[in-house]
């Protein structure tokens, strides 16, 4: 089993649609939730940060940490065309480097 | 602020051929990692540097591939021989420190094809 799983998608949604993006865990000790945005042939960008459980709001982005379910949730409100791209969730326990999700690639159609 | 700089960008080599990457980090960053990353699948740490010290290559295949860290700033990661399923994009990211695991910063990534 893998420490991270994460649906591949392919995720294609209208343009202004509300983006649902999640990430399961089998490691309880990961503290650190961060979720990462890749555009083709780019490298991955910070997108938000969680520690431990809770939400987070950024904007038309909001991170969700459910560490009883070992669950975390990317939303993405009003979405845009720009959003397209790979996302990547992230977790540490904190001594570790990041331990990634395979990714979830996400389509916004005008 | 200058982001990683990594090259080439891009790399075909024949298998059992030898290549090497090459990374610069964000000035002052202590930590650099090299991380692989398959197509369809998220990056996989290869190798972590404390400064010129490495902190965990636990998953780096050591019979083939190497990495060092030269002065603390500049990093090489090298395969040799290459195998087929080294094809992929080998990512290098700096961050600032090792309890800090936020404010990593990427590099666009080598993309190695071996044919």
């Known amino acids: 089993q893998k420490e991270v799983e994460q649906d591949p998608g392919p995720l294609s949604v209208p343009e202004g649609a509300i983006v649902s993006l999640n990430c399961t865990y089998s490691?309880?000790?990961?503290?650190?939730f961060m979720w990462y945005r890749q555009y083709s042939r780019k490298g991955p960008e910070l997108l938000m940060y969680?520690?431990?459980?809770g939400n987070k709001e950024d904007g038309r982005f909001t991170a969700q940490v459910d560490k009883s379910s070992k669950y975390i949730s990317l939303f993405i409100r009003d979405s845009q065309p720009s959003d397209s791209a790979t996302y990547l969730c992230a977790m540490s326990t904190g001594r570790r480097a990041l331990t990634f999700g395979s990714g979830t690639r996400l389509q916004v159609q005008p | 602020e200058a982001g990683v700089a990594q090259s080439p960008r891009y790399k075909i080599i024949e298998k059992r051929q030898s290549v090497a990457f090459w990374c610069n980090p964000i000035?002052?960053?202590?930590?650099l990692y090299w991380y692989q990353q398959i197509l369809g699948q998220g990056p996989k740490l290869l190798i972590q540097f404390q400064n010129n010290g490495v902190v965990d290559d636990s998953q780096l295949p050591k019979d083939r591939f190497s990495a060092e860290r030269l002065k603390g700033v500049d990093s090489t990661l090298k395969i040799q021989p290459a195998k087929l399923e080294d094809s992929a994009v080998y990512l290098c990211?700096?961050?600032?420190?090792?309890?800090?695991?936020?404010?990593?910063?990427f590099g666009s990534g080598t993309r190695l094809t071996v044919v």
């Open positions: 000035s002052g960053h202590a930590t």
């Open positions: 990211a700096s961050g600032e420190g090792r309890g800090r695991v936020i404010g990593y910063t």
């Open positions: 490691n309880s000790a990961f503290q650190y």
């Open positions: 969680t520690y431990s459980s």
